[in-house]
């Protein structure tokens, strides 16, 4: 039996723009994506603070250093640009694996979306 268990997370990044005439998807800077440890194309929640709302997606590579958080396609109505939203990304683990698992959190500097040395 496996469990899903918290993976990475991306805590409190500001949204800085909303495509809905896009493919679909939510474009993160690559600094965020490395810090985090996640993989471009993979399955993540997406977790709004201002209204609650949540919803999945994947991630695309953003420009490096650039702090956007863009939501595109369908997404981008669930949005508005200055909103702050957490991402999270989740394993299929055995609960022996998962009482072991630390899960990576990163905590940017939600003004800019840059990562706090």
Do not use: W
């Amino acid at each position: 039996m496996t469990i899903e268990v918290l993976r990475a997370k991306i805590h409190r990044v500001r949204v800085t723009e909303a495509e809905i005439n896009y493919i679909g998807s939510i474009t993160l800077d690559e600094d965020l994506i490395d810090a985090a440890g996640l993989v471009e194309g993979e399955k993540v929640q997406v977790l709004n603070v201002n209204n609650g709302d949540r919803l999945y997606t994947y991630v695309i590579k953003g420009e490096r250093g650039s702090g956007v958080v863009c939501l595109n396609g369908p997404a981008a109505r669930r949005v508005t640009v200055g909103d702050i939203v957490i991402v999270v990304a989740y394993a299929h683990m055995t609960l022996e694996e998962a009482r072991s698992h630390r899960p990576t959190v990163i905590f940017p500097d939600e003004r800019t979306n840059k990562l706090v040395p």
